[in-house]
């Protein structure tokens, strides 16, 4: 069973602060961001190519090598 969060009107809770939609999908996205960049390493060290990895994450060859 998938858990659903309510979102009331334009703001959402998060640790007792209102915050905007913008705040919330910023954060989303730098969560989202910041796994891509924890992934990069260790897809590397399992033996998947550049191109393999950019694939994977839906990123750029140039942006695995820089994260990377």
Excluded: C, W
Excluded at 11 to 18: F, L, M, V
Excluded at 39 to 63: H, K, R, W, Y
């Amino acid at each position: 069973m998938q858990a659903t969060y309510p979102i009331h009107d334009h703001k959402s809770i998060d640790n007792g602060y209102a915050v905007t939609e913008h705040q919330f999908d910023r954060k989303s996205i730098d969560r989202v961001e910041q796994t891509q960049r924890d992934a990069i390493p260790q897809l590397l060290a399992m033996g998947l190519t550049v191109e393999q990895v950019a694939q994977t994450l839906f990123l750029s060859v140039e942006n695995v090598q820089r994260l990377g």
